[in-house]
């Protein structure tokens, strides 16, 4: 999660700075490496006797349903890395703690203690400081109107994350049980081939396919480079949400959502680097309060698995 979500996101923004224009394609390569998950699973059945999961009709309907809002999930967060830079994107999904807490809380009865709600409030005061800074760092070529888009994309993207890891965790509780590290495996398997297919579709419906030789041509440093960067950009975010599924079979939402907004300073700390994007006084505040938010969770989850029962 903390190597190839970064990695994935800086592909993203690098994709857009560089030339590529579709949402649709993006969001496309994210699900597009649906096959190297498979790679790790097929071997467990062939050396280690697990035997596939009965696909029942309720676990059959889970996975289209998570496969489709993973597909829209990824294609909020492509127009979020379409008018943001990349460290504002990354301190916007900082934001999927809130959710992946909240909807963790409500949804698999995670435990919500003080530490983990005043790490919902540190956050999310740090994303009100991004929006009062919203001026100083858009792109000269990305309207007032488009920033706010991406903003607003950006959070609902988080939102839609931590519902995701929260029904997700619901189906290892309920459907999938815990009884080995193959179900995993299984569940990222059918969600991303279910996202694979909703968004072809769309990338069908809006014509996009055709246009990608005429984007590769244009793309900065030529066609090699524009393809490099959709297949990294595949295989990393499949890492990324193989490693975040793995997190939530072993432990829970809440945690997944923990260590999914770790990778906002990393993050942020690249794209200033590779990307030169600008960090304002308040941008800098808003990590460092992020950075509060994340340590005042990890303290208090750490003291209360330290309390005696």
Known sequence: MLVAFPASSLLSRLYFADGGKSKW?????AVAGWPL???????????????PTPLTWKLAFSYVVLGFLSAADNL????????LPASTASLLASSSLVFSALFGYFIVKNKLNSSSINSIVIITAAMALIALDSDSDRFSYISKSQYT??????????ALHGLIFALSELVFVKLLGKRSFHVVLEQQVMVSLSAFVFTTIGVIVNNDFKGMQSEARRFKNGESSYYMVLIWAGITFQLGVLGGTAVLYLASTVLAGVLNAVRVPLTSIAAVILFHDP???FKILSLIITFWGFGSYIFGHSFASKAPT
């Open 37 to 51: 998950t498979v790679i790790f699973l097929i071997p467990m059945y062939f050396f280690y006797e697990f035997a």
């Open 76 to 83: 909020m967060y492509a127009w979020a890395y379409a008018y």
């Open 149 to 158: 888009w991406g903003f607003i994309w950006d959070i609902l993207g988080s």
């Open 25 to 29: 394609i993006i969001s496309w390569v």
């Open 279 to 281: 960090m304002s006084g």
